[in-house]
């Protein structure tokens, strides 16, 4: 079946432009992750979302960053007055639902601003 | 709090040779364990995880891990490289009750020489 899908694949944006990257979970899967990939680092969670509860925040950098997810799907990651601390390949996860159940990714977007 | 480390950067191993990649964790609670693996220009792809019960656990592409509680790790295993096994390897933890993110390591780049 269908993966997880990003898009868009990749995003060049100019410093202090809004940008938002969007994300096609696996169909049925409850649970939706967004995480920062830095060069020469591992992953960074961001925020991830739990069927109807209220999504958890706490790894979101700053108040720039933002996420929601509409009707249980499609989810969107929006970066206010990008910096060039923000460039960085953002991947988004699904789970059928969270605990003992394995995330799978999508390709990611990679970001860079200039 | 829940942390991975990684204490190896990269890991180098010629072909057919059995290898390893280290792992080992932290969290107050019984955890969850995962190995993702990274291509180049791809995704994370879900490779094995520890829930309970048998400590040696068989996952994709003939990897194994072996969760020891008292050395608190999670070591990748391999018996036999193969080239095509060079990418990025990522350990991640979740604590076993309640609905905390999943922690990534840094990840280990595993080079597989022929």
């Known amino acids: 079946g269908a993966g997880v899908s990003q898009s868009p694949s990749n995003k060049v944006t100019e410093k202090g432009k809004d940008v938002e990257l969007r994300c096609d979970p696996i169909?049925?899967?409850?649970?939706l992750y967004w995480y920062r990939q830095s060069l020469g680092q591992g992953l960074e969670f961001l925020i991830y979302f739990q069927g109807n509860s209220a999504p958890d925040k706490s790894g979101l950098p700053s108040d720039r960053f933002s996420a929601e997810r509409t009707g249980g799907s499609v989810s969107t990651l929006t970066i206010q007055r990008t910096q060039q601390e923000d460039s960085a390949v953002y991947l988004c996860?699904?789970?059928?639902?969270?605990?003992?159940?394995?995330?799978?990714f999508g390709p990611g977007t990679r970001l860079t601003v200039t | 709090a829940q942390s991975v480390a990684q204490p190896e950067d990269q890991v180098k191993v010629a072909e057919g040779n059995p290898l390893t990649v280290k792992c080992t964790y932290s969290v107050s609670g019984n955890p969850y364990l995962f190995w993702y693996v990274q291509y180049p220009n791809r995704g994370l792809q879900f490779l094995l995880k520890y829930i309970t019960g048998d400590n040696l656990v068989k996952g994709s592409y003939g990897f194994e891990a072996e969760f020891n509680k008292s050395q608190t790790s999670f070591h990748l295993k391999k018996p036999s490289a193969l080239v095509s096994d060079s990418a990025l390897y990522f350990c991640?933890?979740?604590?076993?009750?309640?609905?905390?993110?999943?922690?990534f390591g840094k990840g280990t780049r595993l080079s597989v020489i022929a």
């Open positions: 991640a933890v979740r604590v076993f009750s309640g609905n905390t993110p999943l922690v």
């Open positions: 169909s049925g899967h409850t649970a």
């Open positions: 996860a699904s789970s059928l639902e969270t605990g003992a159940y394995e995330q799978y």
